[in-house]
Each structure stands twice: as C-alpha cells, then as structure tokens.
C-alpha cells in the first residue's frame, strides 16, 4: 500500500536559518512524489516534484528536496527562511491505479511558523 | 491568465439542503479531481473525471455528487446526505489521467449552520 508520513505537525524556526520539513513514503515501486505549499484559505501551490530523473530536486522560492531510496525519505529544505514561507506544507506521493488513473496520497501537512 | 477558478470562496448552507460548489479551468485539462480537506489531515479524494462524460468515485464519494458535461467545468454537489459536510473544498486539474502534476484553485469553505 502507498503511504506517506509528514514527521513533524508543527515546526517552528527563526528568520534566516535553515528549514527541514521531514517526510517518509512507503510504495511497492519508485513513486512521483510532490511537495506543495498552502497559505491560509488557499488553494495547494506545487514547490517541486520527484519523477526520478535527478535525486536532488530544485523547486521555486529557494527550497528542494532530496530523494533518498535507502531510507524512503523526501525531506524539504530550505537555506534560509522568511517570513513569507510560513504556511502549511504538505508531502505527497502519486501512484498509479489499475486503469492509468492518477491518484495522489497526501501526508497531513507540517504547519511551518518563521520568528523574527 | 490561465488557471482554475472556484466559486463562491465562502458557502453557508442550512442542514437539509444540497448545495453545488463550482469549478472551471482554462488550461485545456483533460482530468479534473475534488478533494475535501479538514483541519490537520491531508486532501481525500471525493471523485475525480479522466475525460468529459465519465467520472469515478474517491475515496469518500458518499453524500456527493459530479457531472462532467464539459471539459472545462466539474461542478460538485454536497447532498443532504453528507453527514459532515463543513469542511474546504478545493479543486484540481491535470492534463491528463495519466500526468502526474495536479494543479489546484483557490478551494470554497463550506459552512453548514
């Protein structure tokens, strides 16, 4: 069965230091896998995605993720924060169904605070 | 301008009564998915339609209903019989049903008083 696992529901860091969002899937083959972002009252804006070309993947506003078989991991990270990337972030995994559909499994989301 | 447009942002409906939310892209996408997201859970999918005229349930289908007469538009109904129908409500679109990256509207936030 396709899962995903978001670590942390909450994290909270300071303005220009590091954010890492944690997230671990479980999938019988190599999976899509996606990070999103949602402000409130937003719709999900897609930061990057994983479609197993180059581990190390780059998306907008400065943040990537690294894809990592060995330990089933996607975590999210970013150099250094601001103010504006407070908001929820969600990880999620895409499989595909018997009749080609795509479906997309998502973690809870991790609710990402930046402190002056 | 491009994009997925739902309407209203804000619903208030009284128990008893259905009530269709709206959505509409531009973007020329074959698939169209509706999820439903509560507090501190991810998106689960209500339906979703790979191509105009057909349409299959998500995972809680129950208490709604699709229709997918165009291509552009995929108008969702919360039935009475949605038990716990308050929740936010968003829209995406795909190329195709095959194409992974999904790409989602602003949502409406159903309230039922």
């Known amino acids: 069965a396709q899962s995903v696992t978001q670590l942390d529901s909450h994290v909270s860091v300071s303005e220009g230091t590091p954010v890492l969002l944690r997230c671990n899937y479980s999938s019988s083959y190599s999976p899509s896998l996606f990070w999103y972002v949602q402000h409130p009252n937003k719709g999900l804006q897609l930061l990057l995605k994983y479609t197993s070309a180059a581990t190390l993947v780059k998306g907008i506003n400065g943040f990537e993720a690294e894809f990592k078989k060995s330990e089933t991991s996607f975590h999210l990270t970013k150099p250094s924060a601001h103010m504006s990337d407070a908001a929820e972030y969600f990880c999620?995994?895409?499989?595909?169904?018997?009749?080609?559909?795509?479906?997309?499994?998502f973690g809870t989301g991790t609710q990402l605070k930046v402190e002056l | 301008d491009g994009g997925i447009t739902q309407s209203p942002k804000y619903l208030f409906r009284k128990e008893g009564q259905n009530v269709t939310l709206s959505c509409e892209q531009n973007?020329?996408?074959?698939?169209m998915y509706w999820y439903r997201q509560d507090p501190g859970q991810g998106l689960r999918l209500i339906y979703y339609?790979?191509?105009?005229?057909?349409?299959q349930k998500g995972d809680i289908a129950e208490g709604y209903s699709v229709s997918r007469e165009k291509k552009e538009s995929f108008p969702l109904t919360v039935t009475s019989a949605q038990k716990n129908p308050t929740a936010f409500y968003l829209c995406?679109?795909?190329?195709?049903?095959?194409?992974?990256?999904?790409?989602f509207g602003p949502g409406t936030r159903l309230t039922v008083l």
């Open positions: 999620v995994v895409r499989f595909m169904e018997a009749g080609g559909g795509n479906k997309l499994t």
């Open positions: 973007l020329n996408h074959d698939a």
């Open positions: 339609s790979q191509i105009v005229n057909d349409f």
């Open positions: 995406a679109s795909s190329i195709s049903g095959s194409t992974d990256t999904q790409y």
